[in-house]
């Protein structure tokens, strides 16, 4: 079993920036996929970046492209989502999720594991 662990998150003004962290633990050896989604107030949760154990990385949806950032490291089993130029349509709730890269982020088909979110607020 994993426990996934995120930290980070807060309120921030438009322009902003925010390093999310996820810790995970337990039975990292067999960790694929560590990605993160979010999902705003009355919003579906939608993806947002995961990162396989290589290294791989998915094409971040336009909106986010060129702000948000994925770095692992293997040895801490942690994963940061580095979010920049932060915009109020940023606000949501980040959850961080385990599973396989491929099929469980990039093909949508359900992540394995999950924290219990972390709160991001971006307002003036």
């Known amino acids: 079993q994993l426990q996934l662990l995120e930290s980070g998150g807060g309120f921030v003004q438009p322009g902003g920036s925010l390093t999310l962290s996820c810790t995970v633990s337990g039975s990292t050896d067999v960790v694929d996929g560590i990605g993160w989604f979010r999902q705003a107030p009355g919003k579906d949760r939608e993806k947002v970046l995961c990162?396989?154990?290589?290294?791989?990385?998915?094409v971040l949806e336009a909106s986010m492209r060129g702000r948000f950032t994925i770095t692992r490291e293997n040895g801490k089993n942690t994963v940061y989502l580095e979010m920049q130029h932060l915009r109020t349509e940023d606000t949501g709730t980040y959850f961080c999720?385990?599973?396989?890269?491929?099929?469980?982020?990039?093909?949508?088909?359900?992540?394995?594991?999950w924290g219990k979110g972390i709160r991001v607020t971006v307002s003036v």
């Open positions: 999720a385990t599973g396989n890269y491929f099929q469980g982020f990039v093909l949508g088909n359900g992540m394995d594991h």
């Open positions: 990162i396989d154990k290589y290294g791989t990385r998915n």
